[in-house]
């Protein structure tokens, strides 16, 4: 009878969208997640997949290689214009991250159960994402081999960082984000990876996973302390992700650069990166559960609720382009108003209009329910929002720079066949890392989707009394 | 070869459901039983509690490295700002605090976090390669769908025979002496 219900048992384990498709035993989760890693014989999609990317990888060294050989004059900035592709992909990619984070620790925090089958891949992706964002300023330097002058060490100059440079608030807060993110990630991983060692049949995966779950044996004293470091990490990554992409934006809003200066920029580049980072983690999981048959782990629901949050951050995203606008003519600056002017008319114009279409127009169609819950509209608004992002972080950075105060500087800028090696060689790495990661460690957090499967059977349980 | 040393590290009941083990393990320290621990597939609310487990030092560790990453941190650029690369920049002030604040907060977070981790593993005793429990063959259960609970020899109640009986009586389905071979 549902008038004895329970009103603690959670509606989100039970109605017609829930987080787990029923029917699931402990035993029946971790044999469906451990088995793609384990036993799993490595089919010809993935083989092609990893192929391509690793292709990919090859041009990036190239591109990478002569870079190094021939410095950044290969690339299509020159001066006025230093900050070309390196920073509009290392920006864009850095926003990717924020999502996984905002998954694992803010849901965590807020105790969204939908986090939990989709946490841990969305956490690789923020690891991958940030390997692939702290590549382009390192290889921007000009000379990455003395990138270490930018951390603070006791050198025979007797010379330190400005630490009143925002540039060098990003290296602590972008090196801090990456090492918390990896030990975050770890200490996920950590009973999953005593789970494979028990299920391992081979002699090289008991071996390899023995040593990374260093003995871990689900004893009830280790979980309490592991329960107390978790909740702790995600109290910590929690405003750790909104810092990062804050110092990000001081990066330009520090500097006095019209359609730079301005105070929305911290909120509405965490707004960004958190759109970004949702699309991209559709991009992923859509594919993902179809190849690996998770639909019952990755439902509906999920694909329904990352929608619901892309709607709500594309909206802030919104205000904030409106923002920059409103106070560009409000504040009556003749630079900001003629800046305004240029993203509306001057030369880069058709990308703004496209960046509009991409990040504000289209992502209104996610209000349908009907749009949300079809998964090749859902797939294809996630690319539109991601390739949105990329030009709203270009139009940022390059309208800006080239039309500077004096009319005799400006410039237009064009990136070369590197600048784009470059962004599609990350692509590669990014997308290649992926690859392993589902086929080398489980992409779902097993030992939480037991904990799912406990709970479900308590709901369950309530309702037949 | 001389005698093979075989110790008993204690006796091990299998249970089927959590709520069977935490009633086992409540009804262990009921018996009086100290050295108690139990092995689930994942967390139970409660279950520390009533294998005697109530406190653990692990915020205390994160708060202590969180502070040390901010002191540390703030008094780094200060260091390095005002003492001893100070530069003039048309007499604004050489500590300048409010920029110093962002590095200081990464600083933070970043001692908490890895002081969390580290002294969460060093709690546990991780990395750990041996534990006798590992010798009980149906033990690769417990992190898939099965819950264990163990109590100790040192225990100064064990009795192997009649602690042994004690978990028949609490439901244990199967009931394993476990080993210690070293």
């Keep these: ?465 | 070869m001389t005698e093979q040393r075989s110790l008993v590290h204690g006796v091990m009941g299998e249970f089927e459901t959590p709520e069977q083990l935490l009633a086992a393990a409540r009804g262990a320290r009921d018996a009086g039983y100290k050295h108690v621990d139990a092995y689930t597939p994942f967390p139970i609310e409660g279950l520390a509690k009533a294998i005697g487990f109530r406190w653990t030092f692990v915020p205390l560790i994160t708060l202590m490295g969180g502070v040390m990453g901010g002191l540390g941190g703030f008094g780094l650029q200060y260091w390095c700002s005002a003492i001893t690369y100070p530069l003039n920049i048309g007499g604004r002030s050489l500590n300048s605090w409010p920029a110093f604040i962002p590095v200081t907060f990464e600083l933070t977070v970043l001692g908490a976090s890895i002081f969390s981790v580290v002294g969460m593993l060093a709690l546990n005793r991780l990395p750990q390669p041996y534990h006798p429990v590992f010798s009980v063959e149906r033990f690769v259960h417990a992190s898939t769908d099965r819950f264990f609970l163990c109590i100790e020899a040192r225990d100064p109640k064990f009795h192997l025979a009649e602690t042994s009986r004690f978990l028949e009586n609490l439901h244990a389905v199967h009931v394993i002496e476990v080993k210690d071979e070293e």
Aim: net charge positive; charged share 10%.
């Design chain 1, 1 to 465: 009878m549902s008038t004895t219900q329970a009103p603690t048992s959670s509606p989100e384990l039970r109605g017609p969208n829930p987080v787990l498709e029923p029917g699931h035993t402990y035993a029946s989760v971790t044999d469906k997640i451990a088995a793609v890693v384990l036993t799993r014989p490595i089919g010809i999609g993935w083989l092609a997949g990893f192929t391509l990317c690793f292709s990919v990888v090859m041009l990036l060294t190239v591109a990478v290689a002569w870079l190094f050989a021939k410095g950044v004059g290969i690339w299509g900035i020159n001066i006025p214009i230093g900050w070309g592709f390196a920073i509009v992909n290392f920006v864009w990619w850095i926003g990717i991250g924020h999502a996984g984070t905002l998954i694992s620790a803010i849901l965590f925090l807020l105790n969204q159960k939908w986090r939990t089958s989709i946490n841990r891949f969305a956490e690789a992706m923020t690891l991958f994402a940030v390997a692939c964002a702290g590549l382009f300023p390192l290889i921007h330097t000009g000379r990455p081999w003395m990138a270490y002058y930018m951390f603070p060490y006791p050198s025979t100059m007797g010379i330190w960082p400005q630490f009143r440079s925002p540039l060098i608030w990003d290296v602590f807060a972008v090196s801090t984000y990456g090492t918390v993110s990896l030990i975050f990630w770890f200490v996920g991983l950590l009973p999953d990876l005593a789970t494979l060692r028990d299920r391992a049949k081979q002699r090289y995966q008991q071996v390899i996973f023995g040593i990374l779950s260093m003995g871990w044996r689900n004893s009830a004293r280790h979980w309490h302390r592991y329960q107390s470091t978790y909740l702790l990490l995600a109290g910590l990554a929690t405003p750790l992700v909104l810092s990062v992409h804050t110092v990000v934006s001081f990066d330009f809003a520090v500097a006095i650069v019209p359609g730079w200066h301005t105070t929305i920029f911290p909120p509405y580049f965490v707004a960004g990166a958190i759109y970004s980072g949702f699309a991209m983690v559709l991009t992923i999981a859509i594919p993902l559960r179809k190849a690996y048959g998770l639909e019952d782990f990755i439902t509906m629901r999920h694909l329904d609720n990352m929608a619901k949050v892309m709607l709500a951050t594309g909206l802030i995203v919104a205000y904030g382009y409106f923002v920059e606008f409103f106070m560009a003519f409000y504040s009556g600056n003749k630079f900001d108003v003629f800046l305004a002017n240029q993203r509306l008319h001057g030369p880069y114009s058709h990308f703004y209009y496209a960046l509009l279409i991409c990040n504000i127009f289209t992502p209104q169609l996610l209000w349908i329910g009907k749009v949300r819950r079809s998964i090749p509209a859902l797939f294809v608004m996630s690319l539109i929002i991601n390739t949105g992002m990329w030009l709203e972080r270009f139009v940022i950075v390059v309208i800006s720079l080239t039309r500077d105060f004096m009319p005799s500087a400006w410039v237009r800028y064009s990136a070369t066949f590197w600048d784009y090696a470059t962004l599609v060689g990350t692509l590669g790495l990014f997308t290649m890392l992926l690859f392993l990661f589902v086929r080398g460690l489980p992409a779902i957090a097993i030992s939480e989707m037991r904990e799912l499967v406990h709970e479900e059977s308590h709901a369950v349980s309530k309702d037949h009394k």
